[in-house]
């Protein structure tokens, strides 16, 4: 996992991840934080390992850590899976993947806000891992969350 500890000490993504926590300091939705990231990743390789997609991990880990990281730009006018995607294409290079991997992760990040994706893919992994993740069952603000109740997790599944 060496291309993961490369990109969690970059400092680009370090300042993005500052700044998301300044950002939802006190939010009492879901955060967007390290927690989430890990979560995602981890339920993607989950879910990788199951369907036998045959990703590796760190590009599934890759995926996942930067998914939401756009949220952290400060004067940003495009959404955050539109700005994460872009910032993904830049910083991975750096982090020693190459441009496959890297047009792959990003096109992956650029569709996790919406179903769709061929099954199987990374977008796909991406995409349900980022729902799976959310503990919906013990929100205090279940009932203000604008999720659909059948996208809402009732039971822990990962
Ligand atoms: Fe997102
Ligand atoms: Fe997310």
């Known amino acids: 996992m060496e291309r993961i500890d490369s990109l969690m000490k970059h400092q680009a993504y ?8 300044a950002k939802e300091r006190g939010r009492r939705f879901c955060r967007h934080g390290l927690d989430h990231s890990l ?8 879910l990788n390992l199951e369907g036998s997609c045959g990703y590796a991990r760190d590009v599934i880990y890759a995926a996942a850590l930067l998914h939401d990281v756009g949220r952290g730009l400060l004067d940003a006018t495009e959404p955050h899976h539109i700005t994460s995607a872009a910032f993904a294409r830049r910083v991975l290079p750096e982090a020693g993947f190459d441009t496959c991997e890297t047009e792959e992760i990003a096109k ?21 891992a980022d729902k799976l993740s959310r503990r ?3 929100c205090e603000m279940y009932e203000e969350c604008y999720w659909p109740e059948d996208r809402k997790n009732h039971v822990v599944s990962y």
């Open 136 to 138: 919906c069952f013990e």
């Open 14 to 21: 370090l300042q993005l991840m500052d700044h998301i926590a």
């Open 39 to 46: 979560d995602v990743a981890r339920i993607a390789h989950i």
């Open 108 to 128: 992956a990040i650029f569709a996790h806000h919406e179903a769709g994706s061929e099954p199987g893919s990374l977008a796909d992994l991406l995409f349900r």
